[in-house]
């Protein structure tokens, strides 16, 4: 293999019983028999058991007694069958050992700061200052080959489709993506500063106007955005963009990639295709977010016409100051204890909602969903006619034995506690299959959406397109235009946002206008894509998935740091390389630049 080893130690397997291989890697574990030594030799692709047999070799037996765990050994000898009954079936080498013949430390190491050789918790801070080592456990190795497997399959399946990877500058202008940029000083130009890209978008309309039809590229793509357990300031993308599409084009090519990726890659994830397709009004009303998580039902209906004509006056206020009722049927928990629903109360109420009515579906109930007046259980059953009441039950589905569940608050707090807490049941439930990825696009978003001083925002990105037929409505009301962005979303999680663009230099300025830019910002921040949307721009479109958010989904990992080689803590600090640090006074001043206390 090498001038070093003959073969990887993981690679040992009884067909080679007999033959004399040599390899090396790092002393997982050292076990003192007396007579006899064992080790096992830990490189990527798995472990092997060495002996070390004064009797066969008495130099290789001196140098065993001096290892210790995470010396670098190299080894060279004969492999064995393991004597019957001492085999081990949790190792791909299991079968067989190394009987040492000759062994050399080719390093030594520190006793490193936790064990490298067991899944223990590490504290995070030791885990990210000596990340090397935290890489060296088994699990982190599969994570980083895994990711390694997922990039590698999407390359080759964009190759196929015709796509053309062109990697792109990182030091450019600021592109919005909604976050603060990261910004490097210019030397030669005192004053003046390069941005790192929120992403490649703005270049890669650019490539499109270029002509290159379908660009891909494994992006990294820098925000300075409030620190987030699932983000880092850094993280990488699969962006892409097509020429001559429309919205179909782009989710028709994603849930192709997907699909056959998931049944490459991890066969033994279940997905199904096609992935839903939920228009954004659907998601709301349904999940009551435009991230679903569709691996289980629960699923929300509106019941705010039943209780306008209640004698309920709790909720008739709500509604009349523009609120929204709204609640699920929590499957088989009629029976919660008080102490249970107060919990829910609470849940409910630290998410925003201002309380939570419960009603349930006890035995006595009608079957067919339809229960009688006295066998469902709630504070609001006596403002309710028994037609509402049925109305009610109808409405979320409910059957005997099930707990609705019901929001009354602001529609935006409604939906957003309602989805809260349908996850939290779906997993008390034990609905949620961990080996699922159920993956929907969501679509027909609003452009804009108001910001709390009462601008407009882009929903996604200034470049989106606007609905066609929607255009006229710009002039007249911005927040009712509908438009030409969708979301990729798996298991509750959105995996990344796209759009189809504006390819008009008049949409462009008029869509920058209602943001509330001014012709001068326009064109000194959007100048060249203005521009280049005169010299024949295509229609185009495209999308960019999140790669670290997918593969920790993937793996089932809750942390994103688990799924990159070094990233960086919480804070956005580099633990390893002590980054962000103090640069000399000459730096400061090459760069024109003066720091002023905090
Ligand atoms: N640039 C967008 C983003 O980073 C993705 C896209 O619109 O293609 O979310």
């Not at 690679?11 to 080679?16: G, I, P, T």
């Not at 490193?112 to 088994?138: M, S, W």
């Not at 209906?301 to 004509?309: K, N, T």
């Amino acid at each position: 293999m090498t001038a070093f080893r003959s073969q990887y130690c993981g690679d040992a397997r009884k067909e080679q019983v007999g033959r004399t291989i040599t390899v090396a890697g790092w002393v997982n574990r050292r076990r003192d028999h007396g007579g006899l030594i064992f080790i096992d030799l830990r490189d990527r692709e798995g472990i092997l058991q060495v002996v070390f047999n004064p009797e066969v070799s008495k130099g290789s037996h001196a140098v065993a007694i001096e290892l210790r765990n995470e010396y670098v050994l190299r080894v060279t000898g004969k492999v064995h069958l393991r004597p019957p009954g001492t085999e081990n079936p949790k190792l791909g080498t299991g079968d067989v050992e190394l009987i040492a013949e000759d062994a050399e430390i080719l390093n030594r190491s520190k006793t490193p700061p936790f064990y490298i050789n067991e899944d223990v918790e590490v504290d995070e801070a030791l885990r990210l200052k000596y990340r090397y080592l935290y890489i060296r456990r088994e699990k982190m190795q599969r994570n980083l080959i895994l990711r390694h497997r997922v990039v590698k399959f999407m390359r080759d399946f964009l190759d196929d489709r015709g796509f053309i990877e062109i990697e792109t500058p990182v030091l450019i202008k600021s592109t919005p993506e909604g976050a603060r940029d990261y910004l490097v000083p210019s030397r030669i130009y005192p004053g003046k500063f390069y941005a790192l890209p929120q992403s490649p978008q703005q270049l890669k309309q650019l490539l499109m106007v270029a002509g290159m039809d379908k660009y891909f590229q494994v992006a990294r793509c820098f925000r300075d955005e409030d620190p987030r357990a699932d983000r880092q300031p850094e993280f990488t993308q699969l962006d892409l963009e097509m020429s001559f599409v429309d919205e179909h084009d782009v989710l028709d090519l994603m849930e192709d990639l997907f699909a056959s990726m998931v049944e490459t890659v991890t066969p033994e994830k279940k997905t199904a295709k096609p992935f839903p397709r939920l228009t954004y009004k659907e998601a709301m009303e349904r999940y009551g977010c435009d991230k679903p998580d569709i691996r289980f039902g629960l699923e929300l209906a509106e019941l705010s016409d039943i209780f306008a004509g209640t004698e309920f006056s709790v909720f008739r206020t709500v509604l009349e100051a523009g609120g929204m009722v709204k609640g699920f049927a929590a499957t088989g928990c009629a029976g919660y204890s008080r102490s249970e629903l107060a919990g829910l109360t609470e849940f409910v109420k630290s998410r925003g909602a201002k309380g939570l009515v419960t009603m349930a579906l006890e035995a006595g109930s009608d079957p067919a969903g339809s229960p009688a007046r006295d066998s469902a259980k709630s504070v609001i059953t006596k403002f309710l006619t028994s037609e509402q009441l049925d109305e009610i039950v109808k409405r979320l589905g409910g059957k005997t034995g099930d707990l609705l569940l019901i929001v009354a608050d602001q529609p935006k707090t409604t939906n957003a506690v309602l989805a809260a807490l349908r996850s939290e049941m779906a997993s008390r439930l034990g609905l949620i299959d961990p080996d699922v990825l159920a993956f929907t696009f969501i679509l027909d978003y609003p452009l804009f959406e108001r910001t709390e001083d009462g601008r407009w925002e882009p929903m996604h990105h200034p470049f989106t397109a606007p609905r066609d037929e929607d255009i006229p409505l710009l002039d007249t009301d911005p927040g009712s235009v509908g438009a030409r962005h969708y979301d990729f979303v798996c298991n509750g999680c959105e995996i990344s946002s796209g759009s189809i663009r504006i390819h008009d230099r008049r949409l462009q300025e008029k869509i920058f206008e209602i943001l509330g830019y001014s012709k001068e910002e326009t064109e000194e921040r959007f100048g060249h894509l203005l521009e280049a949307l005169e010299f024949g721009a295509p229609p185009h479109g495209g999308i960019a998935p999140g790669i670290d958010r997918f593969i920790m989904l993937l793996i089932g990992e809750d942390n994103i740091r688990e799924v990159i080689a070094f990233p960086k803590t919480q804070s956005a600090v580099d633990l390893m390389l002590d980054s962000p640090s103090p640069v000399s006074a000459d730096q400061l001043r090459e760069l024109h630049l003066r720091v002023t206390e905090a």
